[in-house]
Structure formats: structure tokens, C-alpha cells
């Protein structure tokens, strides 16, 4: 009887082990782990890894030597004022997160004052160090980082007569606040994108996304990634 009993558990076994060999032979391990992807951190099993965009950038066109030259001047100052444009489209962002939380108007208008005064302390030091082609750049990317004009923000945080101070204060250096950022229209415009973009693909600057409606890879196309000369 012991004999017997010894059998059976050996067949018991045997018959488990061949059943998982007939699984693992369905669908062997090297097919599951072709097919699904472990995530580190991420228990789930994915069939996918979700990518980034990504661009392949060629190499840049220049009509001569004074192009050229005024690209790597225009790199440099645009990669200098980025910075200033994104903390200001930050700062619109928390701004208005915070004014839709505040129901009454009177104390809306107190908080918006309040954050007046410190982007403007934020800023101003700096923004006084700008020359004068900088400035206008700045002006460009916050309109590229926003969507809205430099003028129509300070018309929006202050009163119509202080935008219109602005822009004829800025006029007196040749800058205007009412600039907008068109890439697809006009060819320094997407250089600056340009600029951006492959910036952004080395982490020299830290990405942010424009609020405006355009392709860079489109604008590459139309353009042909060439520097022309200045008219």
C-alpha cells in the first residue's frame, strides 16, 4: 500500500510538472517578454513604451559669413532672455489660478496688486540690463510662451493709459510691446524657434510648450533651415 501511495505522488508530480511544460511551450517566456514591456516602477506590463516628440535637426544654411554671424548673436541672446519669458508665463499661469479661486473683486484686486509689485521687483533689476534688440526678443517669446502681447498684458494687470505708457517709453528705444511671435510669417521669428528647439533637445534650456498654433517641423519645410542674409 505504502508502495502504491508512493506511486501516485510521483505521477501526481510528474503530471503537474509536464502540464506547466505544456504551458510554458504555448507561450514561451521569451515571446511574453518580446511582446510586453516591465516599466521600472511600473508594475503594469505595457506592449508599448509612450515617446516623446523628437526631431532630427540638419544642419543650418548660411547665404555667408554675416549670416552666420548674426545667427550665433541672435542664439545667444535669445537663450539669455528664454528664461525671463518662461518665469513671466509661470507667473500668469499661478496668477489666474489664483484669481479664479478669490470670489470677491475687492480682494482680487488686492492679491493681483500684490503680485504686481513682486514680478515687478522680480524683474526689473534685470530686465534694466537688457539691450535693446534683447528686449524686443523677450517681448517675442512672451507672446510665443502666452499667447498674449507684452501690451495687452500690462493693459490686462494695470490700466489701458499705463499700456499705452509702455509702449511709447519702449518706442523711444525702437522696441514695441505690442510685438507677436510669427515663426511662419516671419524668418527671424522661426531662426528664434530654431534656437529653441535645439536648445531645449541638448537640456540647455528647460522645455516649454508654446500656446501657439504651429509645426516646427512644418516651419523647417517652408523655410529650408537657412540663414539668409539681413535685408
Not at 496688486?113 to 522680480?122: P, R
Amino acid at each position: 500500500m505504502k508502495k502504491m501511495k508512493k506511486q501516485l505522488v510521483v505521477l501526481f508530480f510528474a503530471f503537474c510538472a509536464s502540464l506547466c511544460w505544456s504551458q510554458v511551450k504555448e507561450e514561451p517566456m521569451d515571446s511574453i517578454s518580446e511582446k510586453m514591456i516591465i516599466i521600472e516602477g511600473d508594475s503594469i506590463l505595457r506592449s508599448s513604451i509612450d515617446l516623446g516628440e523628437v526631431y532630427v535637426f540638419g544642419n543650418l544654411k548660411f547665404d555667408d559669413y554675416k549670416s552666420k554671424l548674426r545667427y550665433y548673436i541672435l542664439r545667444r541672446k535669445t537663450i539669455k532672455v528664454y528664461p525671463y519669458a518662461k518665469m513671466a508665463a509661470e507667473r500668469l499661469v499661478e496668477l489666474n489660478d489664483s484669481i479664479d479661486k478669490i470670489k470677491k473683486k475687492r480682494h482680487r484686486k488686492k492679491y493681483t496688486k500684490k503680485v504686481q509689485k513682486f514680478i515687478e521687483e522680480e524683474f526689473s533689476a534685470e530686465l534694466k540690463k537688457l539691450t535693446r534688440t534683447e528686449g524686443q526678443i523677450l517681448v517675442k517669446l512672451i507672446h510665443r510662451q502666452t499667447g498674449t502681447t507684452a501690451f495687452d498684458l500690462v493693459k490686462e494687470l494695470r490700466s489701458g493709459w499705463r499700456a499705452f505708457w509702455y509702449n511709447t517709453t519702449a518706442k523711444m528705444f525702437n522696441i514695441s510691446i505690442k510685438e507677436e511671435f510669427h515663426p511662419d510669417l516671419v524668418h527671424e521669428d522661426y531662426l528664434i524657434e530654431d534656437i529653441l528647439q535645439r536648445a531645449f533637445a541638448v537640456y540647455r534650456l528647460e522645455r516649454q510648450k508654446t500656446v501657439l498654433d504651429f509645426d516646427y517641423a512644418t516651419l523647417t519645410n517652408k523655410w529650408g533651415g537657412k540663414v539668409k542674409k539681413e535685408k
